[in-house]
């Protein structure tokens, strides 16, 4: 286990891309304040890898882009052009039904929004709880956090658009964590209970319906129950402080569990999910009380293999990383579903 909490100073070292580089722990770790970074063979490889990946991705990031910008260009060419062919009788006609039609994507969109009002309300009274424990801001780098506050938007979005969410939590939720979820637009109009006191504080009296999951835990859940609460920690650490939550769990006198996915797949790498990956598979579980059909519908393909191959960090890394471009798309979406007014 690492000794310094947030030892990874993403941004360190350049990037040919100029973008982040949360993977840089490693190179870091290896360099003293007064030298030049040296980096290893291992570490060099790994930059290297890090770098690809991260050109490629902007490369992607841009070509969608622009690919957007030229659908938009072309319907609206195609739109001027249908209008300009026409009598004044049918513009004005077309218009009309466009008007409509605006009108109509707007109801249904503040009816959806409503509706998931609703839903979110009624899982606060009899949803399954679960919360996401924001303890560990402080062993998290900037681009950490950020990955973390992202993969916190895509729960909210996932969970919204349940038939049957769960009632999330966000525990601890103060100082950086806090003024990072902040700056979400429309975050503080979320339907989650936003507690600024720790899990075992907030929830004191109902101690003994803690469950921490953990993939460290020997104990692997069989079910969900309605009745007990489910922690998950709030973490992104490329595994780097492997068997934390488990100790803090077990320091808490509070149950482990983790994830039944040894029963049901093999993983090509290790069954250390990402926060969003854990509570999509909870929301999934919930909703179809099967946990190979949570687990086919969210641990991506790559991750899965027919051997038995340990993982590595490595895996982790670029999990997360990718888990991140999902996010990405599903960010605005999130946003876009906030509610205006609640
Ligand atoms: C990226 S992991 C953090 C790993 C961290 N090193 C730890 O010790 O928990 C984020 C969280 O997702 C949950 N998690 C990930 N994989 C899991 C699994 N296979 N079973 C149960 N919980 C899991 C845990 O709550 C974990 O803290």
Redesign the pocket.
Same mark, same amino acid.
């Given at each position: 286990m690492p000794e310094s909490p947030g030892g990874g100073d993403a941004g360190a070292l350049p990037l040919t891309t100029g973008e982040k580089n949360p993977q840089s722990e490693e190179a870091a770790a290896v360099r003293s304040d007064a030298d030049p970074p040296v980096l290893s063979k291992n570490a060099q490889k790994k930059l290297a890898k890090q770098q690809r990946f991260e050109a490629q991705k902007a490369e992607k990031k841009a070509a969608a882009k622009e690919q957007k910008r030229r659908e938009v260009e072309r319907k609206r060419k195609e739109w001027e052009e249908s209008l300009a062919s026409v009598t004044e009788e049918e513009r004005e006609k077309l218009l009309e039904s466009r008007r409509n039609l605006r009108k109509e994507r707007m109801e249904k969109r503040s009816q959806e929004k409503e509706n998931k009002r609703e839903r979110l309300s009624v899982a606060r009274e009899q949803g399954q709880n679960v919360v996401v424990d924001l303890q560990f801001s402080h062993l998290m780098n900037p681009n950490e956090i950020h990955s973390l506050v992202q993969q916190i938007m895509y729960c909210y979005a996932v969970n919204g658009r349940c038939a049957s969410p769960a009632h999330l939590w966000l525990t601890a939720c103060d100082g950086e964590m806090d003024s990072a979820l902040k700056r979400i637009p429309g975050f503080d109009k979320w339907i989650i209970e936003k507690e600024n006191r720790s899990y075992i504080e907030a929830l004191c009296d109902r101690k003994e319906d803690l469950v921490?999951?953990? %993939?460290?835990?020997e104990t692997v859940?069989e079910e969900l129950d309605l009745k007990k609460i489910y922690?998950?920690?709030?973490? !992104?650490?490329r595994?780097?402080?492997?068997?934390?939550?488990?100790k803090k769990a077990e320091e808490q006198g509070i149950q482990t %569990?983790?994830?039944p996915?040894g029963n049901f797949m093999k993983m090509s790498s290790s069954?250390?999910?990402?926060?969003n990956? !854990?509570v999509e598979i909870l929301l999934k579980f919930l909703e179809t009380r099967e946990w190979k059909t949570a687990f086919y519908a969210v641990i991506p393909q790559r991750k899965r293999c027919q051997s038995d191959s340990e993982g590595n960090a490595e895996d982790?890394i670029e999990e997360e990383e990718e888990q991140n471009d999902n996010v990405t798309a599903s960010k605005k979406k999130c946003i876009e579903e906030v509610p205006s007014n609640s």
């Open positions: 921490y999951l953990t %993939a460290d835990s859940l922690v998950i920690g709030g973490l !992104v650490d595994n780097r402080w492997k068997g934390i939550t488990l %569990a983790k994830l996915i069954q250390v999910l990402t926060v990956q !854990v982790t």
